[in-house]
């Protein structure tokens, strides 16, 4: 079975500072890579993924992630932090085999201070 | 291009009643996925529908279930409400068939459902 851990529930960076969100998977095969960003009371807002190639990936909003195979992780980044980036972020991953589904992590909240 | 969305936004039942909910994915999208979101579980996937077709079926009880029409729009049913089924319930749709390709899922709203 897949899964996704964010072993962070919480993440507090100050403006203009660079923020980091961690993710960990484990899947059969080769993965597909998601992270979405969730605002209160919407649904969520893809932000980038991960299918191939460059283990960089750059996203919306000046978001990146990392993709590192060895260490299965793809933690999402971004150089400095804006107090609008403050929402809950969820990490996701697919098998790229088969009718595989889309597996969630529990969701990590960024709180970004003035 | 309109984005998904759902009906009704917010809901209130009691216990042992049904509800149905609405999805209507992007233009042109055929797949649609169904979440359930709650504080303590987060994300967890229902079921998945691709042209009318239940192509995957998430871990919930039988009172949990679904249908695409051939409009794409899908709808959901949970009957025999209980106190746990509280929570926001989350479409998504793509383009694609959400197990093939690596097409990214686009999300409406959500329903807040509370069972009373």
């Known amino acids: 079975a897949q899964s996704v851990a964010q072993p962070e529930d919480q993440v507090n960076v100050a403006e203009g500072n660079p923020l980091t969100v961690k993710c960990t998977y484990s899947v059969s095969g080769n993965p597909y890579l998601f992270w979405y960003v969730q605002y209160p009371n919407r649904g969520l807002q893809f932000l980038l993924k991960y299918i191939t190639g460059d283990n960089l990936v750059k996203g919306s909003y000046g978001f990146e992630a990392e993709f590192n195979k060895s260490q299965t992780s793809f933690h999402l980044k971004k150089p400095s932090a804006l107090v609008s980036d403050s929402a809950l972020y969820f990490c996701?991953?697919?098998?790229?085999?088969?009718?595989?589904?889309?597996?969630f992590g529990k969701g990590t909240m960024l709180l970004v201070s003035p | 291009k309109a984005g998904v969305t759902q009906t009704p936004r917010y809901l209130i039942k009691t216990r042992g009643q049904q509800v149905t909910l609405s999805c209507s994915p992007i233009s042109g999208h055929r797949s649609v996925s169904w979440y359930q979101q709650t504080p303590g579980q987060g994300l967890q996937f229902l079921f998945e529908?691709?042209?009318?077709?239940?192509?995957n079926k998430g871990n919930f009880p039988g009172r949990f279930s679904g249908r695409q029409f051939s409009n794409s729009r899908s709808e959901m049913n949970v009957s025999t409400l209980e106190l746990g089924d509280s929570a926001l319930y989350l479409c998504a749709s793509s383009s694609h068939l959400a197990g093939g390709p690596y097409n990214e899922q686009f999300f409406g709203p959500g329903t807040r459902l509370t069972v009373l």
């Open positions: 529908y691709f042209s009318e077709t239940q192509r």
């Open positions: 996701a991953v697919r098998a790229n085999s088969g009718y595989s589904t889309l597996t």
